[in-house]
């Protein structure tokens, strides 16, 4: 049966660093709608943080300042209690997106400290991790996660 969009919510903010703990309140607020977990709450916000600071960190890396551009950041709950939420930059793109994805790659300087476990959380966390990436163009990555909630439907 095909499932229903119940809700939709569009955000667009800076891709700079304070807007992560943004973004991952506005991802739960959201979420709330199906009275999920605490655990299901948890889940969403460390993955659309992983994604929305890979947007913030390697999306833009060489662009500084005000110069920085946007991530947006799509929210659509349907009918069956499945969340999708798309993380979107226009950054610097992904060359080999199925290397990126395993876990400890990463491109991020020494100094940096990174584990290169983000998408690895991303897939932990969440039912489906999707990620279309074109070089120069930037990256978009859709969680998918459905929602027990607390009525366990
Ligand atoms: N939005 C993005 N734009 C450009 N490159 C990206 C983007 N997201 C991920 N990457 C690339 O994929 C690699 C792996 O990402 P992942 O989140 O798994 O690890 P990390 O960010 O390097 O480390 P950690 O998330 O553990 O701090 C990154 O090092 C980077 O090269
Ligand atoms: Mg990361």
């Known amino acids: 049966m095909k499932k229903i969009l119940i ?16 973004s991952r309140s506005a991802a739960a607020a959201f979420a709330m ?5 605490a655990s299901e ?3 969403i916000k460390t993955a659309v943080s992983e994604a929305v600071t890979n947007a913030i960190v ?5 662009v500084d300042g005000d110069r920085r551009g946007e991530v947006e950041m799509i929210m659509r709950l349907y009918d069956d209690k499945s969340l999708y939420i798309q993380i ?3 950054g610097i793109g ?12 990463t491109t991020a300087p020494a100094d940096e400290e990174r584990s290169g476990l983000g998408f690895t959380v991303m897939e932990s966390f969440t039912d489906k ?3 279309r990436s074109v070089v120069g163009r930037g990256t ?8 027990g909630g607390k009525s366990g439907a």
Do not use: W
């Open 58 to 62: 390697h999306g833009y890396r060489n």
């Open 7 to 22: 809700n939709e919510c569009k955000i667009r903010f800076r891709a700079i660093s304070r807007n992560e703990s943004f």
């Open 94 to 105: 992904i060359e080999d997106v199925e290397a990126a994805m395993q876990p400890t790659f």
């Open 140 to 147: 978009t990555v859709t969680l998918e996660k459905k929602l």
């Open 129 to 131: 991790v999707r990620v």
């Open 41 to 43: 709450i948890a889940e």
């Open 88 to 90: 979107k930059d226009k």
């Open 33 to 37: 709608q199906c009275d999920p977990t």
